[in-house]
């Protein structure tokens, strides 16, 4: 599984960010992203089952950030309104081919190369 995750900018504080990751159309079991900020440990944004059956978000993330996935284009997605700056960082997606949803980096088997997000304030 090849992923290439795109859309990273800068954005301000309040407004919305849209991240692909298109994937090589492989079935896995599930799709994530992760996001690490400079000097920080990567951390657990957004995961959805492959069927999108199920969703599960961090603290941070629930109520303002989206995840879905097309299964037409083979494409995921993380839609990010209410963006502040403490979101800075690099996000990365990630599939996992066994096991369902994951919140920790080791449930995943495929990453793509990161695409860098700043908020600034």
């Known amino acids: 599984v090849q992923l290439q995750a795109s859309g990273g900018g800068l954005v301000q504080a309040g407004g919305s960010l849209t991240l692909s990751c298109a994937d090589s159309?492989?079935?896995?079991?599930?799709v994530g992203w992760f996001r690490q900020a400079p000097g920080k440990e990567r951390e657990f944004v957004a995961a959805?089952?492959?069927?999108?059956?199920?969703?599960f978000y961090s603290n941070s993330a629930k109520g303002r950030f989206t995840i879905s996935r097309d299964n037409r284009n083979n494409t995921a997605y993380l839609r990010m309104n209410s963006l502040k700056p403490e979101d800075t960082a690099v996000y990365y997606c990630a599939a996992r081919r066994l096991g369902g949803i994951g919140t920790a980096s080791d449930n995943y088997d495929y990453w793509g190369q990161g695409t860098l997000v700043t908020v600034s304030s």
């Open positions: 959805m089952t492959w069927r999108g059956d199920k969703k």
């Open positions: 159309g492989r079935i896995v079991s599930a």
